[in-house]
T-cell receptor, first 114, second 112 residues
């Protein structure tokens, strides 16, 4: 039990639709990162939020966007869904921005785009 | 570059034996390394971490070894149990960076 909770756990969307995924970070953690994990692969970094600002982004297009709220919870939004967006979306929380503090993952949200 | 694995290598061990899972990392500037365990349908679970100023760290039944000269990381699991069956990922990170870079993963199968 990491204390990182994500919702929904599973969802199915149609190509072209938009989706919002939610994450509550572990108590005391002010940094939230989002990762995409395709089947059979390791997680790929999407972006990180620290103190409500995006402070790092991976190789994902602008239709992937996010928010962090004052309570450090976060949302991942994906617009104009494509079939290749089908994946497990993972939220990770830690404290202190980039510093080498332990990073804990939630159980993820499984997104299927049809 | 970033490591991505399409075909997971598999390690099969007998219950009770020791397991050694290896990882070759890509960035000589990485300061921090983590091993994660991922069971089917679940998120990665933190196992153990190590910083670059160390070469060995022990936890409960697990040991991580770091060889910076050859950029190699290993996870040793003592007395492997059926519940250890999962995919194991190593991940690396620079302190100046915001992201974890994951290795390709190894599937551990424990035979009863």
């Amino acid at each position: 039990e990491t204390g990182v909770t994500q919702s929904p756990t599973h969802l199915i969307k149609t190509r072209g639709q938009q989706v919002t995924l939610r994450c509550s970070s572990q108590s005391g953690h002010n940094t939230v990162s989002w990762y995409q994990q395709a089947l059979g692969q390791g997680p790929q970094f999407i972006f990180q939020y620290y103190r409500e600002e995006e402070n790092g982004r991976g190789n994902f297009p602008p239709r992937f966007s996010g928010l962090q709220f004052p309570n450090y919870s976060s949302e991942l939004n994906v617009n104009a869904l494509e079939l290749d967006d089908s994946a497990l979306y993972l939220c990770a929380s830690s404290s202190g921005g980039n510093s080498g503090n332990t990073i804990y993952f939630g159980e993820g949200s499984w997104l299927t785009v049809v | 570059g970033e490591s991505v694995g399409l075909h997971l290598p598999t390690l099969s061990v007998q219950e009770g034996d020791n397991s050694i899972i290896n990882c070759a990392y890509s960035n000589s500037a990485s300061d921090y390394f983590i091993w994660y365990k991922q069971e089917s349908g679940k998120g990665p679970q933190f196992i153990i971490d190590i910083r670059s100023n160390m070469d060995k760290r022990q936890g409960q039944r697990v040991t991580v070894l770091l060889n910076k000269t050859v950029k190699h990381l290993s996870l040793q699991i003592a007395a492997t149990q059926p519940g250890d069956s999962a995919v194991y990922f190593c991940a690396e990170k620079e302190d100046s960076s915001y992201k974890l870079i994951f290795g390709s993963g190894t599937r551990l199968l424990v035979r009863p």
